[in-house]
């Protein structure tokens, strides 16, 4: 079974975020991480290659120091990896990174793909689903568990979170599926795996090694969403305090807050 995995290298919220003049994060001055659903993904797949023996290759799309993230999968028992990197894919948006990404994974043989739900320095999870309308797969969002690989008809079968409870769901393989935090269980990196992923070699592709995908469709000037306004965290101001209010009369004061604001 092969399985690409799709990660991301993200701001580490911890060490402060900065911003480009044009709106943009400005990556390449901050501390990052690998993100953390994308993680879960990873060692969802490092489950499933430990239960059914598969091939693992992590994709990332980002600066070249990406290459961290990518060595720390393999660190962990991922097989492969690939780092997809060009100046022409710069300032891409939700519709441009997964048109890249996608080229990118026509070049691999996959069964499943397992990405993040969402990345923590957009929370949009919509370049997931993108990718699998682009590569024309089904697509299984929000799993919380794989309950079972068919190898032999093909198909998978997850857990899908749903409001306050889950879906079973089957789905053919090739799939895609998108990863929450709870889809895989803490997983570190070995010192054995750490010198083997120091020495392990990255593929490295550019925009001219994407596959079916349009100039027009790429980079900042291929993405439709477009920041208006970026800025730090504003904080909320002081609230207002009551006093002297009996319970009836503290309830109609709320109430009548609540339809003052429109919330009721």
């Known amino acids: 079974m092969k399985i690409v995995v799709c990660i991301k290298q993200v701001p580490d919220t911890k060490g402060g975020v900065q911003f480009n003049p044009d709106g943009t994060l400005n990556r390449a001055a901050m501390l990052t ?61 939700t519709w441009a990174t997964s048109q890249a990404v996608a080229g990118a994974i026509r070049n691999l043989d996959y069964d499943l793909i397992i990405t993040g739900r969402q990345a923590i320095d957009g929370d949009t999870a919509q370049v997931g689903p993108q990718i699998s309308e682009h590569l024309g797969i089904p697509v299984i969002s929000y799993a919380q568990k794989i309950v079972d690989i068919d190898e032999q008809a093909r198909t998978i079968t997850v857990e899908r979170q749903f409001d306050d409870r889950y879906m079973v769901v089957k789905a053919s393989l090739p799939c895609l599926v998108t990863a929450l ?72 004061y709320i109430v009548g807050k609540l339809m003052e604001k429109h919330v009721i």
């Open 33 to 93: 991480i690998m993100n953390p659903d994308d993680k879960a993904g990873l060692e969802a797949a490092l489950a499933i290659k430990e239960k059914y023996g598969a091939e693992i290759t992590v994709v990332t799309m980002g600066l070249p120091k990406a290459d961290d993230i990518l060595r720390e999968a393999m660190a962990m028992g991922a097989d492969k990896a690939v780092l997809l990197t060009d100046r022409r894919l710069g300032g891409s948006d």
């Open 181 to 252: 935090a709870d889809l895989g269980e803490n997983l570190y990196m070995t010192p054995g795996g750490i010198f083997d992923a120091v020495d392990a070699d990255v593929t490295v592709w550019g925009r001219d090694d994407l596959k079916d995908v349009l100039d027009e469709n790429i980079g900042l000037a291929g993405s439709p969403t477009q920041i208006a306004k970026a800025s730090d965290k504003v904080r909320k101001g002081k609230g207002e305090t009551v006093k002297d209010l009996g319970p009836a009369e503290a309830v109609d």
